[in-house]
T-cell receptor, first 117, second 112 residues
Framework: GAVVSQHPSRVICKSGTSVKIECRSLDFQATTMFWYRQFPKQSLMLMATSNEGSKATYEQGVEKDKFLINHASLTLSTLTVTSAHPEDSSFYIC????FGTGTDTQYFGPGTRLTVL | EDQVTQSPEALRLQEGESSSLNCSYTVSGLRGLFWYRQDPGKGPEFLFTLYSAGEEKEKERLKATLTKKESFLHITAPKPEDSATYLCAVQPPWGGSEKLVFGKGTKLTVNP
């Protein structure tokens, strides 16, 4: 099956710093990637849709300037949490859309646990 | 508004005790329905895609089926390692959003 990686898997940072999370599709090209946030014991909450070569589309209530998304290549999307605060602590998960050979499936990365002190 | 409802919210089974999880949806013109498995602290793992009513797919002890209004994930003779949260998601029709609509999941616990 298709593999999506995320880096780092865990990050702890001080309040006010910025953190970058990478999402890579390892064995397929993904023109579209998605960024989710998940709170404990809750389902996935879509934050934004990232399209290669264009601006991301953010869901209502998600601050664009806070969560910067760059999809610079067909295999890499990055999420930068700027000026992080403790309330940004969460589990961030990306997915990549495999849209080829008769399939249209989102494959998820393993997630990144962000803790802001 | 497209909705996906999963039931039950939680299910406890004894090892070997077969059961089914339900996913009902209100999306019209469904393009695809997906089942994922999520272990604590990990991202969802893809299990199945179903595209049309009557379709069935199997993988080890899991079997997914689809009707016009719901999908079932049947678990036959489960083992403790099947314990996880199972997520159902639907894909709106062509021309609509690319976003998946997720249910809240069913947390399955299989006791040895």
């Amino acid at each position: 099956g298709a593999v999506v990686s995320q880096h780092p898997s865990r990050v702890i940072c001080k309040s006010g710093t910025s953190v970058k999370i990478e999402c890579r599709s390892l064995d397929f090209q993904a023109t579209t990637m998605f960024w989710y946030r998940q709170f404990p014991k809750q389902s996935l909450m879509l934050m934004a849709t990232s399209n290669e070569g264009s601006k991301a589309t953010y869901e209502q209530g998600v601050e664009k300037d806070k969560f910067l998304i760059n999809h610079a290549s067909l295999t890499l999307s990055t999420l930068t949490v700027t000026s992080a605060h403790p309330e940004d602590s969460s589990f961030y998960i990306c997915s990549a859309r495999d849209f080829g050979t008769g399939t249209d499936t989102q494959y998820f990365g393993p997630g990144t646990r962000l803790t802001v002190l | 508004e497209d909705q996906v409802t999963q039931s039950p919210e939680a299910l406890r089974l004894q090892e070997g005790e077969s059961s089914s999880l339900n996913c009902s949806y209100t999306v019209s013109g469904l393009r695809g329905l997906f089942w994922y498995r999520q272990d604590p602290g990990k991202g969802p793992e893809f299990l199945f895609t179903l595209y049309s009513a009557g379709e069935e797919k199997e993988k080890e002890r899991l079997k997914a089926t689809l009707t016009k209004k719901e999908s079932f994930l049947h678990i036959t003779a489960p083992k403790p390692e099947d314990s996880a949260t199972y997520l159902c998601a639907v894909q709106p029709p062509w021309g609509g959003s690319e976003k998946l609509v997720f249910g809240k999941g069913t947390k399955l616990t299989v006791n040895p």
